[in-house]
DNA sequence: TAACGAACCTGATTA
DNA sequence: GTAATCAGGTTCGTT
């Protein structure tokens, strides 16, 4: 079901895995056939009530938007559509603009979709993440973890993978490698104490211990 | 302070005086350095509990707003932009437009800064003026006066101006001259019974008579 | 016609 | 004190 797996020698480095079978088959792989990609988070977004509500929008913080998404002056306009990927091989577009009355960047159509679909609440925290081919190459993927969960998205905690050495309190497709440049963080799967340092954020994984808002919070940046 | 004064020899028509150390000289001063203006009412709307509340709006009567706002097709669909002069000569720019879903004409954007800033309650009266100089040219007042009270904006009543003849239970700039055809209205500062006709209007000014519904909700038509 | 979505707005909070 | 941000709203056109 992985749609990429990573290079054994290198981490860092994810390859293509051809699945023909796999409905979700993606774009991606259907249109190239080889090739590296490095995988890098972007940002990540606690949802707040208002991006999982009515409002059918999700604000993307300022520095982030304008970092990774960068909207030119014609697309400024109107917005511009993002597309992405999901850890199944979805695709999902989403509008995405500026509103100049509130300064705000906003996924807009498309947005609530993916809130139902993967049935998002308050505290849920959205994943952005890219990856980069040759040159300009770049394609997003998009994710979603669990309110209090450190898992990246919900394939393991949902469905937990025989092909995923990472277990619970470990973080699946080598965030932890990459953060930690290839070093392994120091986390059991067994035993009372067991913490470990993501992506800049201390977290404590030891059993369920009452959802500390740092954790909830953790950001890439 | 006063950015008009009333012309000696007739009191309809108000020439700007020029005063470059008030930190609100108005654009239309500074643009107009002189030239005389004809002051008029055009209506006042007593406010209500929304007109003050969270819906930041004000609902202006559609007699009112068609008379004297009319909206183009054009305007009419995005609304417009009204400019207004405070008492101080501050500009305040409120957003007006038509809502289809009640019918009715409102000022949105701005208007609950000038609520604040103002310190509007509901049961004050918003007072709207124009004056008008030679063609079309036409400047809207925007002023108001507290509940209960007749005086025609804050200024008499927070700040007594020693260059203003009128006292307590008169009108500031003119307005009784101008509704009264220069005829001075029959009023005493002293004495148990004090009436007088204010823009068609029969106003009590005795010492505080529980502020009686009528003079809350006076109106020029 | 009811629901959705795009655009607009504002106040609390924060830097 | 000032400015920027953004969560939580509203309206209104579209479907």
């Given at each position: 079901m992985n749609q990429l797996a990573q290079n054994p020698s290198n981490p860092w480095i994810w390859q293509p895995t051809m699945n023909?079978?796999?409905?979700?088959?993606s774009q991606m792989h259907r249109q190239q056939q080889e090739g590296t990609y490095i995988k890098e988070p972007m940002f990540e977004k606690p949802l707040t009530p208002s991006d999982v509500g009515k409002l059918n929008r999700l604000v993307i913080p300022k520095q982030h938007a304008e970092k990774y998404f960068p909207l030119d002056g014609e697309s400024g306009e109107k917005g511009s559509l993002l597309s992405f990927e999901d850890e199944l091989g979805k695709q999902w577009e989403f509008r995405y603009s500026y509103w100049t009355s509130s300064q705000s960047y906003v996924l807009t159509k498309g947005w609530s979709k993916f809130v139902k679909d993967k049935k998002l609440d308050a505290g849920d925290v959205v994943i952005f993440q890219r990856f980069r081919g040759h040159g300009t190459d770049e394609r997003f993927y998009i994710d979603s973890r669990r309110r209090?969960?450190?898992?990246?998205?919900s394939r393991v905690v949902a469905r937990p993978d025989?092909?995923?050495?990472?277990?619970?309190?470990a973080s699946p497709h080598g965030y932890m490698n990459s953060v930690n440049s290839g070093q392994q963080?120091?986390?059991?799967?067994?035993?009372s104490s067991r913490r470990l340092r993501l992506f800049g954020v201390n977290l404590e994984c030891g059993p369920?211990?009452?959802?500390?808002e740092h954790l909830a919070s953790g950001s890439w940046n």
């Open positions: 023909a079978h796999n409905p979700h088959y209090g969960s450190i898992e990246a998205n025989a092909e995923n050495p990472w277990s619970s309190c963080a120091s986390s059991s799967t067994r035993g369920d211990p009452a959802e500390p």
